[in-house]
């Protein structure tokens, strides 16, 4: 196993149980507790956990894995996603963006379009494309390089969870500001009260992306539906596409589309 795949299980080990044993987690993984202790001892380091006598704690009371060691959850599912969202953006539009993995997948998607790069992108030669508003840093960071791509980042405070800017600064840009179409992820949504976060910072922003959009477009994984979150986002009247697996049940899809919500599983 390798020392990411096995960081990666130590930190779905804490945020399962709040705290791991080095004994176990030895066991658990196969490897030595000695590489276990080295392991806590790293991510410590890196503020993901709390140290203790023979183990570790979550590293805080609201306790979220950093987003780069959850980039390899459902990373297939999440990439088809990406594909399938980016093919809803026209060339020419403006897109805001929010944070969390299967968004950098939208992102990514988009970054590699054929028709918004090389000599058959449409538009003035060597201008932007695509316009994508983004409250990311992670985001931000991958598509500036973009020539296609004129990036706008709101201000704000960043959250390292997330690498996501949330606050007044980040309320105050995307007020001044319209969208053609918002992609918003989500840790949860549910077919009768609608999308949620973990965060209430980042539930307030999220929504101000959607008031600013003529077309909302949800982006989830299976996992997430008929889930349930500390911060309620909005309910599904604001959202006119859910974009998800096909873990989705015939149910689910039912009541979604009864919603008035436009279900793609990919």
Do not use: C
Request: hydrophobic fraction near 45%; charged fraction near 20%; aromatic fraction near 4%.
């Amino acid at each position: 196993m390798s020392r990411d795949s096995r960081w990666n299980a130590l930190l779905e080990l804490v945020g399962k149980h709040g705290r791991v044993d080095v004994e176990d987690a030895a066991r658990t993984l196969d490897v030595s507790a000695a590489t276990i202790r080295r392991d806590l001892d790293q991510l410590a380091e890196q503020q993901l956990l709390s140290r203790t006598r023979g183990g570790a704690v979550a590293h805080g009371v609201s306790y979220e894995l950093a987003l780069r060691y959850k980039t390899g959850r459902n990373a297939p599912e999440k990439q088809a996603i990406g594909r399938a969202v980016a093919e809803l953006v026209a060339v020419g539009e403006v897109v805001g963006l929010t944070g969390g993995t299967t968004i950098t997948e939208v992102a990514r998607s988009l970054a590699v379009r054929s028709d918004l790069v090389g000599d058959g992108a449409a538009g003035v030669a060597g201008q932007p494309t695509l316009t994508v508003v983004t409250n990311a840093l992670n985001i931000a960071n991958e598509l500036v390089i973009r020539p296609q791509i004129k990036i706008v980042v709101t201000g704000g405070v960043a959250r390292p969870q997330s690498y996501e800017l949330t606050g007044p600064l980040a309320s105050g840009v995307l007020g001044e500001i319209t969208l053609d179409v918002a992609v918003l992820g989500v840790n949860a949504i549910d077919t009768e009260r609608g999308a949620y976060v973990h965060h209430e910072g980042e539930a307030s922003i999220n929504r101000l992306l959607a008031q600013q959009a003529q077309r909302v477009v949800v982006a989830a994984d299976s996992s997430k539906i008929g889930k349930r979150a500390f911060a309620r986002v909005f309910d599904l009247g604001m959202v006119d596409f859910l974009v998800t697996d096909k873990g989705i049940t015939p149910e689910a899809t039912a009541r979604f589309t009864e919603a008035g919500v436009t279900v793609i599983a990919v």
